[in-house]
């Protein structure tokens, strides 16, 4: 049966503390620090997409200057908070680390990024200063990661940002879209309110743009436009049962518990999830959490094709939730209009397909799972309409890579609009991206 209030107040608390708990003492990070090889030519710092000098930051923790290890990781990720939470940096900069070719523990590079960074919020140090004002404005649309980036970038530079965000809070995947014992919502505010704490940024909430807001508008009143809307709606199944009462898209679901809190989101006692990405773990570990009896992820294909890493997938194997390798859902049945039963097909693997991945084939056999809920965590697909509406060329935003420009003049877009969707981190380089193919538009550089 699908209901909420499903647990006490204490055992919410207890399921959605924080995952990875930060340093006790500064002894322990500096600890870890000195463990560090300094490395010249780091593969860590190559393979952050923000380009961190890691092993700039991790000496000024072991020399005990803090401050200056915060400004080198916001210098180059002004989201080097959140991210130092949500990053999977067992496939990014810890999977780097040289230590892990003498099958050594990897220096933990996020925790420490968390240290200085948090200690920065904490105690409110201002790391940068605007330039004099440039007279120039910008508008920016969606307070995600993107959009926070390049805000933060032009108003360094001088230049006035104002942001329209639809939601009521900033942070934008950040704050909704991720599982709440990574980061808490009380972070995600704090995050923005500490990257817009340099001033000339101004965010304007419950301000939809197509609805509350026109390109046109936009235009007209400012110098710039920049788009980081984000990804779209979760994609359909399109299977028969999809509209039955208990299916539900996995980012609503996310969102819900993020924005309602945990005790108001109903969860069922015996949920799948389809899907192996990300958001479907988020899903998956937080209707566990939520207080569901059974939760069984479902992904076409097999473990070396999931798109989560093996860290994540870690965490639903902890959590108790099972996966059923290979198979795809084919229709759900349902009575009384509520969902009963999902019918998957057995796959098999054939041939590459374009990702470079091999693709599932339907062996022709089936098996059903008695469920009361379904979550859909089959990735999202972008904004048609809105892009249609905006008159936008393409399905997607489709940029000029070296300018990050969109088909009407003055306008740029990057992050998940673009990539269609892609990490927390890689959003933030592409609001560093955007910001200065806009700086180089006003002939600000
Ligand atoms: Fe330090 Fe590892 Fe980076 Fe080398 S690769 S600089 S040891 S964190």
Not at 102 to 126: C, F, G, V
Request: proline share 4%.
């Amino acid at each position: 049966m699908i209901k909420h209030n499903r647990l006490s107040s204490e055992q919410y608390a207890e399921n959605f503390s924080d995952i990875h708990p930060p340093y006790e003492n500064s002894t322990a990070a500096k600890v870890d620090a000195n463990r560090c090889l300094f490395c010249y030519d780091a593969p860590c710092m190559k393979s952050c997409p923000t380009s961190i000098d890691v092993p700039k930051f991790i000496k000024q923790i072991a020399t005990e200057n803090i401050k200056g290890s915060a400004k080198t990781i916001f210098s180059s990720n002004i989201m080097g908070a959140g991210c130092s939470k949500v990053c999977p940096v067992e496939k990014l900069c810890e999977g780097a680390c040289v230590y892990n070719l003498l099958e050594e523990e990897p220096i933990p590079i996020a925790k420490l990024q968390r240290y200085s960074t948090e200690m920065a919020m904490k105690e409110n140090w201002q790391l940068f200063q605007r330039k004099n004002s440039t007279g120039k404005k910008v508008a920016i649309v969606g307070a995600g990661p993107a959009g926070l980036s390049c805000a933060h970038v032009l108003s360094r530079e001088g230049i006035d940002v104002t942001i329209y965000e639809k939601e009521s809070k900033g942070g934008g995947l950040m704050t909704y879209g991720i599982a709440a014992y990574k980061v808490t919502p009380q972070f995600c505010e704090d995050e923005v309110n500490y990257i817009t704490s340099i001033g000339g940024i101004e965010i304007k909430y419950n301000q939809e743009l197509g609805n509350d807001i026109s390109l046109a508008e936009l235009k007209r009143n400012y110098d710039a436009v920049y788009l980081g809307i984000g990804v779209g709606v979760a994609r359909q199944l399109e299977i028969p049962g999809e509209k039955l009462e208990g299916v539900v898209d996995a980012i609503e679901f996310i969102y819900d518990i993020r924005s309602k809190g945990y005790a108001s989101v109903p969860v069922g006692d015996k949920v799948a999830v389809i899907g192996m990405g990300m958001t479907a773990i988020d899903a998956a570990t937080q209707a566990k959490r939520l207080g569901a009896k059974e939760v069984t992820m479902l992904y076409r294909r097999t473990e070396a094709e999931m798109p989560c890493t093996k860290h994540e997938l870690d965490i639903a194997m902890l959590d108790g939730c099972e996966v059923i390798w290979l198979a795809a859902p084919q229709k759900i049945k349902g009575s009384a209009g509520k969902v009963k039963q999902l019918v998957c097909s057995k796959m098999k693997l054939g041939e590459p397909d374009a990702s470079g991945r091999r693709s599932p084939v339907d062996t022709g056999e089936t098996f059903t799972l008695d469920v009361d809920m379904i979550i859909k965590a089959a990735g999202q697909t972008p904004y048609e309409k809105l892009i249609k509406k905006l008159n936008i060329q393409h399905s997607k935003f489709k940029i000029t890579i070296e300018n990050c420009a969109t088909n009407i003049r003055g306008v740029f877009a990057g992050g998940d609009a673009v990539n269609g969707g892609k990490e927390v981190v890689d959003a933030v380089q592409a609001g560093k991206d955007g910001a200065a193919a806009i700086l180089k538009f006003l002939k600000l550089c």
